[in-house]
């Protein structure tokens, strides 16, 4: 009787060291996801952030200014250039 005992304990032993080593293993595979998973944040972080730097380069008013001059030709608009219609004159 007590060999089966000791049997049935040393089964349990194994059963519990072997669950042990499980957990174990999960928890060091979750830590390692955590830390992948952290260190992508701080890389989306770190974009983001420079998204918003040019965001806010871009869309200066005196840059955008200067784009349309340099680029597409634009010149200020002025009183003495504006040319103004009367209603009469659109029929």
């Known amino acids: 009787m007590t060999n089966r005992i000791n049997i049935f304990l040393a089964l349990l032993l194994i059963a519990c060291a072997l669950s042990l080593i499980n957990a ?3 928890a060091r595979h979750l830590f390692i996801e955590l830390e992948s998973e952290q260190s992508l ?3 989306y972080e ?3 952030t420079q998204l918003k730097l040019d965001q806010s380069t871009y869309g200066k008013h005196a840059r955008i200014e200067e784009t349309a001059t ?3 030709g634009m ?3 002025t009183p003495e250039r504006t040319q103004y219609l009367k209603a ?4």
């Open 88 to 91: 009469e004159e659109l029929k």
């Open 70 to 72: 340099r680029e597409l």
């Open 24 to 26: 174990q293993y999960q």
């Open 46 to 48: 770190l974009q983001w």
């Open 75 to 77: 010149i200020v608009v």
């Open 41 to 43: 944040s701080k890389q």
